[in-house]
């Protein structure tokens, strides 16, 4: 299901591998079908709601779509990150998610640095933003790190962006 080897698109971090969901990957975590790769509380349910989206969004198994977040030293796959591809207008939507197992280790900001850099590489991209509650401090410290300003707030949601350095004066 999950093999702990690197692809040649994967994104190599200080600590962690961020690859491509695979279909069997995502018919595995629907299915209730575990991997030895996976840490013992992955899937998530943010996870499977992500796999069973793929049916209807199949770029998001594409280069710029969702990554499984695998643990380097251990092989391990301890969440998923992605961006909600095709953009629009120019934005691009980021989600994230690290498995309670894994949190506090600065894991999801470390991805969420390396996804977004990643983006700015696509001639289609020159924002990324991410929606999260605003209840949820961890969350909103993770995008505060990986270089995101809140751009708006509306009830209990707030949205951070960030723009690539080519349009940052725009």
């Known amino acids: 299901m ?4 690197p692809a040649p ?3 190599i971090t200080e600590r962690l591998a961020l690859r491509a969901w695979t279909a ?7 299915d209730g079908v575990r991997s030895s790769h996976w840490a013992g509380d992955f899937p998530a349910e ?3 709601v992500i796999a069973g989206l793929f049916g209807r969004n199949p770029a998001w198994l594409g280069v710029y779509g969702h990554r499984l ?3 380097r030293g251990s092989g391990s796959v301890v969440g998923s990150i992605g961006l909600f591809w ?7 939507e980021l989600g994230y998610g690290i498995v309670p197992s894994r949190r506090g280790r ?5 991805a969420a640095q390396a996804l977004t850099a990643f983006a700015f590489t696509s001639s289609e991209v020159h924002t990324v933003s991410a929606g999260v509650d605003v209840s949820n401090t961890s969350s909103v410290r993770v995008l505060e790190k990986a270089g995101f300003r809140r751009w708006a707030t509306e009830e209990h949601t707030a949205t951070f962006r960030r723009r690539s350095p080519d349009h940052s004066q725009r």
């Open 2 to 5: 999950s093999s702990a080897s």
């Open 9 to 11: 698109d994967d994104l």
């Open 24 to 30: 069997g990957e995502a018919t595995a975590v629907l």
């Open 46 to 48: 943010g996870d499977r």
């Open 69 to 71: 977040v695998i643990e």
């Open 86 to 92: 095709p953009p629009a207008e120019g934005i691009v």
């Open 106 to 110: 600065g894991y999801a900001t470390e």
